[in-house]
């Protein structure tokens, strides 16, 4: 049976750190089955030291992405690129992801291009870096940075790329702070029960969260943090139910100060079961 028509709003690339928290891949599964983006690209960053010595975690990350999306049946999107893993050094490097980016940016087309960044922005600034045009073909929507100066994850893995990135006026941010992306929590029994019943994409999940390997300070609770799915308010869905403030015009400059967690978990569990 098909699903309710849905058009495509925008073409998005999704830059993550894959190897780390496994939210990441949660939100990777809920773009890939959203119909409203069309997913153009798919880039693989550095982790934080805290997930084990950086050697080959940017590939192992791309690996993690791509066995995912080939169990959700989008071959044609799998082919991940790994970008360094080394932090943002200032100095041009033409890896993968970087070549990944400025490729997708520069091949144009008639709906906006979204890069969703929802890890360290590593990646991001050695695109820029490679290519100043980028900064006006997409707007970035990233998944990072907090108000009150706490060392938030995202930032503090590669602060001089997020520092390189943020600082570029002619680049359109969408923001998403640790405020805002923590608000986006569910319980771990939905998320148990949702992926033990919906087919091999649920089970991947499932496995993948059972065999997640921590530090010892890591400590499980009841609810699972999924603050790399915030962007799926600008991209497989709709902010008419989040709010922002905005500065500028040209490019703006957002930042999300709520965003609407049920929408998001009952549209990325529903097009999970609607998969199986």
């Known amino acids: ?94 890896n993968a992801a970087a070549r990944a980016i400025v490729d997708a940016a520069a091949a ?14 590593t990646n991001v600034a050695d695109a820029l870096l490679l290519d100043p045009a980028v ?9 990072g940075g907090a108000a009150a100066n706490e060392e938030e994850y995202n930032y503090f893995t590669d602060p001089a790329a997020a520092d390189f990135v943020l600082g570029n006026q002619r680049l359109a941010v969408w923001q998403f702070p640790a405020e805002t ?26 496995e993948l969260y059972n065999s997640l390997e921590v530090p010892d300070f890591v400590k499980f609770g009841p609810l699972w943090c999924l603050g790399d799915s915030a962007p799926l308010v600008v991209t497989g ?7 922002f403030t905005e500065t500028g015009t040209q490019p703006s400059r957002r930042t999300y100060t709520s965003v609407d967690t049920r929408l998001i978990m009952a549209d990325f569990l529903a097009k999970l079961r609607l998969h199986q």
């Open 1 to 94: 049976m098909d699903m309710i028509r849905v058009e495509p709003r925008c073409r998005v690339i999704i830059d993550n750190d894959w190897a780390g928290d496994p939210d990441g891949l949660v939100a990777l599964a809920h773009h890939a089955l959203s119909a409203a983006n069309r997913i153009v690209g798919v880039t693989s960053s550095l982790t934080n030291p805290m997930f084990g010595p950086p050697g080959g975690m940017a590939q192992r990350g791309a690996d993690l992405a791509a066995g995912l999306l080939r169990v959700l049946k989008r071959p044609e999107v799998s082919d991940v690129k790994a970008g360094s893993d080394a932090p943002f050094t200032g100095q041009a490097r033409d």
């Open 108 to 121: 144009g087309g008639e709906l906006p291009l979204i890069l969703v960044c929802a890890g360290p922005l």
């Open 237 to 243: 869905l709709d902010d008419v139910t989040s709010t």
């Open 135 to 143: 900064a006006h073909s997409l707007t970035l929507a990233w998944v």
């Open 181 to 206: 992306y923590r608000q986006v929590v569910a319980p771990v029994a939905e998320l148990d029960h949702a992926f033990r019943n919906s087919g091999p994409a649920g089970a991947w999940l499932w």
